[in-house]
C-alpha cells in the first residue's frame, strides 16, 4: 500500500524559504519518480519538479527553476527547498509518486495524470 505524507509548508513572506518534505513507501522506490505538484486557488494541477530515484535526475518547471531544489537523503525522504518565494507560488503541495515510469522526465513534468499516487497536500503561503 502507497503512503505519502508531506511535512513543511506553512507561510513565508516574498523572498523568504520554505521547505517540504515527504516520506514515500510500499512501492519499489528505485524504479519510481517523486514530484511536486501544486494548485493554486481556481488553477489547474501542475508538476513543478521530479526526481527520478534511479539515478537522481531533477527537472523543473521553468516557473520555478533556480529557486526550488528537489533532493533525497538516505532515508529515502524527498525534500522540496524553496528560495526566494514569491506570492504566486501560494499554493497546496502534494507529493506524488510515479511508480512504473514509462516515460521521460519531461513528458512527466508535464502530465499531471501521469503519477498514481498522491499525499494529501500541504499549504504554502507567500505574503506580499
Known amino acids: 500500500q502507497v503512503q505519502l505524507v508531506e511535512s513543511g509548508g506553512g507561510s513565508a513572506q516574498t523572498g523568504g524559504s520554505l521547505r517540504l518534505s515527504c516520506a514515500a513507501s510500499?512501492?519499489?522506490?528505485?524504479?519510481?519518480?517523486i514530484g511536486w505538484i501544486r494548485q493554486a486557488p481556481g488553477e489547474r494541477r501542475e508538476v513543478i519538479a521530479l526526481?527520478?530515484?534511479?539515478?537522481?535526475?531533477t527537472y523543473y518547471k521553468d516557473s520555478v527553476k533556480g529557486r526550488f531544489s528537489i533532493s533525497q537523503d538516505r532515508d529515502k525522504k524527498t525534500h522540496l527547498q524553496m528560495d526566494r518565494l514569491k506570492p504566486e507560488d501560494t499554493a497546496v503541495y502534494f507529493c506524488?509518486?510515479?511508480?512504473?515510469?514509462?516515460?521521460?522526465?519531461?513528458?512527466?513534468?508535464?502530465?499531471?495524470?501521469?503519477?498514481?499516487?498522491w499525499g494529501e497536500g500541504t499549504q504554502v503561503t507567500v505574503s506580499s
Open positions: 506524488a509518486v510515479d511508480d512504473k515510469v514509462y516515460y521521460d522526465g519531461p513528458f512527466l513534468l508535464d502530465v499531471v495524470e501521469e503519477w498514481d499516487f
Open positions: 510500499g512501492f519499489d522506490f528505485d524504479k519510481a519518480a
Open positions: 526526481i527520478l530515484n534511479k539515478d537522481g535526475t
